[in-house]
């Protein structure tokens, strides 16, 4: 079957330090997969996605490589922000039929 | 950002009264989603529409029914709402023949604070 695998949260960091959430799935077939933002009191934002094996995902300074091998999608960034406190879904599409499969979701704090 | 509104924003309700939620869309995707999102849960789909008149069930579909009379609107009923449905409740969108590349990227409205006394 389908599944997300997230690292637990929270996390603190502390302003412009190094950050890595974990996140591995297990998939039939070759999925899709993405890292949603979720900022307090809204909706979640797709913040990068990788559609194939071996693609890095960026954006906002945020990257995240298409591990097939290791069945990992692992979201770092080299130095993060106040701004960056939010919570952070893992989550694949099979790209079979039309579901999505999220993580439980690591909140992050960052504080100054 | 993608053209989805959610409606009401929030609403505080009792037990045992029948509670409607309404997602819109402006985008012409065809398939529309209901999560719900509870702490330590994440998101947990309860049904999902692949066209007008076309659902099917999610995870947690029990004690939830939905309805899609036209492309842009998805309703979310709680014919008898009971405090375990005390949550948050978001809306989705997809339709992977606009993503470019087929897969199935979700957006998302921007949720529904229901509270059941």
């Known amino acids: 079957g389908n599944s997300v695998t997230q690292m637990e949260g929270p996390v603190t960091l502390s302003e412009e330090a190094f950050l890595t959430i974990n996140c591995t799935y297990t998939?039939?077939?070759?999925?899709?997969l993405f890292w949603y933002v979720q900022y307090p009191g809204e909706g979640l934002q797709l913040l990068l996605k990788a559609t194939k094996a071996d693609d890095k995902g960026s954006n906002k300074g945020f990257e995240a490589t298409y591990r097939k091998e290791t069945t990992s999608f692992h979201l770092e960034k080299g130095s993060v922000q106040v701004s960056d406190s939010a919570v952070y879904f893992c989550a694949l599409s099979p790209n079979t039929g039309n579901q999505f499969y999220f993580g439980t979701g690591t909140s992050l704090t960052v504080i100054p | 950002d993608a053209g989805i509104t959610q409606s009401p924003r929030h609403k505080v309700t009792e037990t045992g009264t029948p509670v409607t939620l309404r997602c819109h869309q402006t985008?012409?995707?065809?398939?529309m989603y209901w999560y719900r999102q509870d702490p330590g849960h994440g998101l947990r789909l309860i049904h999902y529409?692949?066209?007008?008149?076309?659902?099917d069930k999610g995870e947690v579909s029990d004690g939830y029914s939905v309805s899609r009379s036209k492309t842009e609107d998805f309703l979310l009923t709680l014919e008898s709402a009971t405090s375990s449905q005390t949550s948050v409740y978001f809306c989705?969108?997809?339709?992977?023949?606009?993503?470019?590349?087929?897969?199935?990227?979700?957006?998302f409205g921007p949720g529904t604070r229901l509270t059941v006394l």
């Open positions: 998939a039939t077939g070759y999925p899709s």
């Open positions: 989705a969108i997809s339709d992977p023949s606009t993503s470019g590349g087929g897969y199935n990227e979700q957006f």
């Open positions: 529409s692949y066209g007008v008149k076309d659902t």
């Open positions: 985008e012409n995707h065809r398939y």
